[in-house]
């Protein structure tokens, strides 16, 4: 347990010990779906709140490169100084539950990757990944893109759910009046920074 000195509200003298929140370990998987902005915008927001993450692993399918590439028209993703791991890799940590990774957030989540997360098929790292932080009871955030969704969909996100993980599906919101595309795809990133356990401000309705 990491401890740290906060000062008194009563006195302003550091008497008090409170648990400081661990720095997190966090999986970023980006997959063929559509929707690379969403990838684009949870890793420069994860760049900012680098002071709570200990370390980002990310891993993105071919598909997932190809996609960023046709509606991002760029590379940028290679400009992350975060850890790249090849999506065939099984030696990345987080291939083992042994890694403690905290969170894995998949952004966005095609359905062919929901799929083989739901039934086990860990034939890959981001597959292999997911496996693992639910065989470990740790956190699995879903956020899948498609429209309209079968029922083969909707059984599938029932059983991630069932077996612990949270589907946050890439379905904005509208009533923080974004203006623009960065603003609505915002809106789905910052609930999953929240489901995170992440600190950020942000729009809260009734709040701001
Ligand atoms: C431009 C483009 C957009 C796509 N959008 C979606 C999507 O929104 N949802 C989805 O499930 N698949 C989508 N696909 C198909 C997936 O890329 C494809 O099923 C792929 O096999 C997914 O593999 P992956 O999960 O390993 O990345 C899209 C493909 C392309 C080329």
């Not at 740290?4 to 648990?19: D, E, H, N, R, Y």
């Not at 086990?120 to 693992?132: E, H, M, P, T």
Request: proline share 3%; aromatic share 10%.
């Amino acid at each position: 347990m990491v401890w740290q000195a906060i000062l008194c509200g009563v006195c302003f003298s550091g008497c008090i010990f409170v648990p400081m929140q661990k720095r997190k370990k966090i999986v970023v998987a980006v997959t063929g779906a559509s929707g690379a902005i969403y990838a684009k915008c949870l890793l420069d927001n994860l760049q900012s709140l680098g002071q709570q993450i200990d370390k980002v692993g990310v891993v993105m399918s071919d598909n997932a490169k190809e996609v960023w590439r046709y509606e991002l028209g760029n590379e940028d993703y290679n400009n992350y100084h975060f850890d790249f791991y090849a999506k065939m890799d099984f030696n990345a940590p987080f291939a083992s539950g042994s890694a403690k990774y905290d969170t894995m957030i998949i952004a966005p989540c095609s359905m062919g990757t929901l799929g083989r997360i739901a039934h086990g098929i860990s034939n890959d790292l981001i597959s292999r990944a997911a496996d693992v932080i639910l065989k470990e009871r740790r956190k699995l955030i879903v956020v899948a893109r498609d429209t309209p969704f079968s029922l083969i969909h909707l059984n599938n996100m029932k059983l991630i759910t069932e077996a612990g993980g949270i589907i946050c599906p890439a379905i904005p919101s509208f009533y923080s009046l974004p203006k623009t595309i960065e603003e609505v795809v915002q809106t789905v990133i910052d609930r999953v920074i929240d489901l995170a356990g992440l600190e950020k401000d942000g729009y809260r309705w009734n709040e701001n």
